[in-house]
């Protein structure tokens, strides 16, 4: 970084003060003389730091122009070659050639984010323009490559410092500095910049003679010129003004603007720069300052200008002085405010200000005044020009807008609302925001404002009329919307200028609904707006409206609680209130509302459930008012209809015409009235009104009527006056005939009368009245029979529906208890016995699946072999195409091909003989014990070499445990992996100390798990999730990732060329992957190639974890227990890190391999001929590598910081891919998984079988035996009883048979190896099971006693089992238990025929043999000892046995299932093996008849016997030949001039490819090998160039195989 020191002393940088070069006449000692070399390094380096003064110059002379910050000094060459500041520098002087907006990416976004583009250049060529436009002479020029491409960037700071100086001298720039000396830079970057410097070996131009060259590039004498500025430059110097002014007006000088009145200022300024200049030349001592002129070119004595001034640089100073001079008179005339004065001089030519204009002198003034009272001094030139265009920019607005305002005025004149909404949008209007839709609206509100006014509008009032329109117009676009939210926004904007609206949210639905119906209203009318004065209206309407709710729920508050003080007066006013608005509120009914309201109330809060007081609403108090105006009406009208029946009556004149009258009123509301009885009602009436009479003493005016809700009504008889309240001081009369008397009387009257004349009627038809009665009740039974008796017949179906529905729901029930239930009935588990037994399809299913069980694993065992071979014979062949090995090495082993392909049938024990089937059937338990028991194989597996367990894993486990062919055996596989895993990461034999160890080191349960994983289940699964997206990636050939850059330059070179046909300049290679992401081509295709990997990627991410399910479950149980185990030995780690180790088991291992390489793990199809393309196996490598970057959750840097853009979606990735590892993770246990316990070996009624090779056998006993300690370290472990049992491994013959006789040891030996192959079918059984008397074990005599508590249960019903075993059985059970028996004896018989696997455990049949009275005996035995035992308890009458039986038959089921389900799997991949081992034996076939080719081939051709047996002779060679050869190249022990001593013999001998080499030093033999050809060839295959023979020589093994090739095989 350059730092400016001025005249100080450098004490850091390099520059000339600091001793870049040591003077020896500053120092009595004198130093040796510095070599020519180091001088031209101190040269160099005095190049490197002038030019980066030059930087430094040209930098701060740019900001001073644009008055923008540039880089730095070291970093300005690049900050030039977007041309930007370049640009940016000619708008500068020459505007109108490179304006503003023309300028590329002009705030460098594009350039900061990609780098440079092409239409960069276009900034440089607008700067090339510009000083065109100026008049530089374009010998100064640069080219654009040497700005863009910076081939020769001193060459365009050169040309900035020969702009600087021309615009100095024409005035329209500040001089450019000289900081030679006065910048501090580091000796690295000073370093740096030498490097680059003769990195391109550009010549520096000379700075110091700019001045020189613009006087020659003047049309001009160069001799007169000169004598002339030389001239003026002495005049200076003796500081004469005169004689000076004298020297500037010679015409030979060609200076301009030369005032006599101003010749001691242009005195003093050019004696101040000659000054400076002489200073700066100054800072050079004589001796660099030689050394720097001599590197010019064609220079070699000093410049006269380095001291003296230029005429460009006396120009300038010219003008700089009377630019001064005329800003200091301006600004004077600014201060007398003398607009003439200023105006001209803003037009004086020498100021040289732009654009004035005399009309707008007014606007310079108040502006030019405003900027020097801001600044609170004279202003500078660069202020005026400032000002200048500020007022001119006012002005223009101010005319543009008045001519706006009038075309406003006349479009709403002219009432043409297209013109007027195009008027108010002009920018000129400078108005607030016009909305096109608005357009009707402005159009008619502004012609009202302006008829109003009478006048045009003003900008003031168009203006604010413009900004309410458009505000009313949002209001309208809202109602449009629907939204209610959006409409009370709009009515909030200030600008809409509404009052009193409110924020209320529950004002909004108001006002919009109020709106909507207003403008809907006018839309009728064909106008689809509201005006802010319609909106104003609507607002007040609903403000109005909802105060007025308000006030009348204040009103309803107040007549609750009214009604709570019980005050009828309080309750009236409430009722009264203005806002409550009821009607027919009556003063005199306050009573009777008091009361009635207050009992709705209680109602009310009675059927409430909520605690608090309720309230009675406007509705439910109208309509109790209502409803009391209604009874006070009604007892009005009783009570004064029963005063007149009581006068009536109280008459001596009333006759039953004059009672009938009163009685029948309708507001008496009397009833049960017959016409014919008013003399009775009469007479009764009357006599009790007289003894009414009689009663009591009270003769008041007032009675008392009682409503249905218990008020009491007083009524006048006198006045007809009414009251809710007894009046006070009034009495009642008690003699008056209340409605109750009057109708009970009215009532027995009417009764007696009806009575008499029916009973005087029945009297006279007694006979006829019960003959109907009687067949009346006759006819409605028949009728009633009948009717039901035709509706079943009707709907039979439904009868029976109902009555199977009945059955079928009963036996649901029963099934539902017998799944569900904790503790099922006995008579319901009863029902479903049956389901225990085995039928025809059961036994057929069951052998089926043993033969599809042994022909799959003879299956899987044939393909692995033939696959091993096909793989060794393709080695071969290839070989042999390039004759690296014999035909007959060939022919031998495609014979293996064939006798590979011959299958024999698995051994059982039975094809034994006796003698060895106690051997045999040992061997059954200990492998039932090792398939059983994982803790065995666990800790064989970690005791064995590591070398050893992988063939062991394919031979024995998988062998042992049928390939998890079914459910049973993939368990017990699955809990083996899960056992092995534990005990490798927790326990004793643990080997894992570090958590990363998973991942970096090989785990042996892991690989055995991907191992066993990727067979056919799991081979499936990665081929479903993968295949799709693998295809897409191969099938879509525009896919073309490729992320290296490198890689990527190169294919651009190649292109380029091919595309042009020219070389390119650009370099074939290069080193780095920063070097080639300099290119921005090359940055911009590996961006690419980043943005679809990152989609890619994504693609394959979210498919993966889309596909979870299809994860195989054990892949899935295996991780669930990986990261338990890792949680439980690192309780401290984070969860994160696990579930790392988690996904790199999942992704890394499992997947990401079958992504690399589809082709090999079969996930797509591709010939063999085809292959895969290098670009499709790039484009899946860079996919994989994305994903495994998010699986770990590792970001891209360092070597593949080119790849950082992918960080932020691995980042992000790796969150989701942690999310997945959790829910893959998330799976039952085994246990539930596979519904098996320690129980189910007992339940199902056949035994494991596993098929399993001789040798395996063998094999497995022998490690047993070997690691017997470390696998069972306990002394009573059944495991050593087992191995005892067995003894010694014994050989092949001891097990299947003796050796073969009348065979040589050869063919013998080969024989035993084929026994070996033999595979033996094992019936997996337990040793420890117990015999059928031995009741030791309560686990076998709980099952057992529960088998014969079945056959007893089925032939005999009971409600418990003590029930059932005591009730002694019929003789029909007892027959139908020997029935059952006998059922089953030939069911085992015809199961043993078919296969001697599916037969019964022999104690289990003995017993349920016996009868059925002993079976019951022994029964109750037995469970007395497993009550002992607390296994049964008599309590529940042993429940717990028939709970069992329940479980049983549920198991029964689903074990069914679960074997059709095996069948399905079984014969599926069966299916599948024979269509892959038909591929091989077309293989097989092929090459078969290409060796049968090749065998007649060499039958045709002629070679002589004699060339044969020179074929088969010995060759000789001495070491030194071998060694000229290059096939020696060094012996231990012997130098280069003793190899002549050695002798090599090399002689084929019986064994085809085999030679045998012999070595002699000075004739005595010292050594004999043998080399195989075909171990060289393997040599040769895996990339070996040099092998040891004889331990001492080192020999090369190509040319070794060239000799064998050249002597042997006459190649």
Known sequence: MATTNGDTDLADGHNPQNGAVYDPTADPYVPERQSADDMDEQRNKNIAYQYLCHLEEAKKWIEACIDEEMPPTTELEEGLRNGVYLAKLGHYYAPSKVPLKRIYDREQTKYTSKGLHFRHTDNINYWLRSMEDVGLPQIFYPETTDVYD???????????????????KLGKAPQIQNLYGKVDFTEEEISIMQMELEKYGIQMPAFGKIGGILAENMSVDEAALHAAVIAINEAVERENADETLGALQNANALL??????????????LFSAKEEKKENAL???????????????????SDVYDTLLTQAEIQGNINK?????????????LENQNANVVLKALSNKILGLKNVDPDNIEWYMKELQAARDAKGQRLDKDEIQASINAANAKAKSQKDLSKAVADINAAICAENSAETLKALKRPEANLPKVHDNGEQLYQSELKEIRDTNEEDLNHQQLSVAVQVLSAVVLINDALNTGSSDETINALLNPDAALDDVESDLSYAERYYSTLTAARQTKAEDGINFLTQEEVQQCIEIVNQTVHEEQERILAITAINEAIDEGDADMTLSALQMQYAKLNDVEPHEAVLYQKQLHAEKEKKAANSEDESDPMLWLDEIQSTVNSCNKTAADFNKLAYGVALINT??????????????????????????TA?????????LTAAKKAKDLEGDEDGDWVCHTTKDGHNYYYNIKTNESAWVLPEGAALNCHQLTKEEIQSWLKGVTQRRIYKDRLEYLNTQEE????????????????KYKKRQQYFRDHVKEV?????????????????ILISSNNPPLKVVRKYMHLLDRNEMDLSEELELHGLKAKVVKQIRSNVQLENDLSAMDIKIGLLVKNRITLQDVVTHSKKLKTADMGRPASGIKSLSKEKRHMLESYQHLFYQLQTNPNYLAKLIFAMPQVKTTKFLESVILSLYNYAANQREEYLLLKLFKTALEEEINHLLSKVDKMMEIITGNPMVIKMVVTFNRGAKGQSSLRSILQPLVKEIMDDKNININTNPIDVYKTWINQQETETGEATDLPYEVSTAAAAMGHNEVTNRVQESITKLSSLSDKFLSSIIAAIDDIPYGMRYIAKTLRNSLTEKFPDAASDDILKIVGNLIYYRFMNPAIVAPDAFDIVDVGAQKGMTTEQRRNLGSIAKVLQSVASGKTFGGDSDHLSGLNKFVLNAHERFKAFCIKVCDVPELDDRFNINEYSDFVNPTKPVVYMSVQEILDTHALLMEHEEIVAPETDDRLHELLSDLGDPPSIQDLIGHAPVDTNEQQAEALLTNLAKSEISLTLTNKFEIAGDDDTDMVQLFIRTKRLLVDVIRVQPGETVPQVLKTPATEEQKDEHIALVSKRVKQDEKATKDDDKLQRTMSVLHDSKLPLESIKRKIEKNLATLEEAKHVSSSDNYQAMVTSIAHDIRNQRRYRNQRKQELLKLRATMNGLESKSGFYQEQIDFYNKYIETCMLNLQTKTKKSKESKKKNEAIKYTGARLHEKGIILEIEGLSENQFKNVLFEISPVALAGTFEVTAHFLGVKMDTVQIVFSDLLQLQYDGVAVMKMFSRAKVNVNLLIFLLNKKFYGK
Do not use: W
């Open 150 to 168: 910076r081939k020769n960037m001193p060459r365009v700071v050169y040309c900035v410092h020969a702009l600087s100086l021309y615009l100095f």
């Open 256 to 269: 301009v603007n030369v005032d006599p009145e101003d010749k001691q200022e242009y005195q003093n300024e």
């Open 768 to 783: 006829a009245t019960i003959k109907v009665q009687s067949l009346a009740r006759m006819m409605a039974a028949r009728n």
């Open 676 to 684: 014919e009885c008013g003399a009775e009602y009469l007479k009764e």
């Open 800 to 816: 029976v529906q109902i009555q199977a529905f009945f059955r079928s729901n009963q036996a649901r029930n029963d099934y539902h």
């Open 283 to 301: 800072n050079k001592d004589p001796k660099k300052l030689a050394e720097e002129q001599s590197l010019r070119e064609g220079e070699v004595d």
């Open 648 to 673: 009536v009556l109280s008459s001596p004149d009333a006759t039953p015409e004059s009672v009938m009258k009163v009685i029948t009123d309708s507001g008496v509301g009397l009833h049960s009235i």
């Open 321 to 333: 002085v009377n630019i001064a001079l005329e800003v200091a008179s301006l600004n004077e005339a």
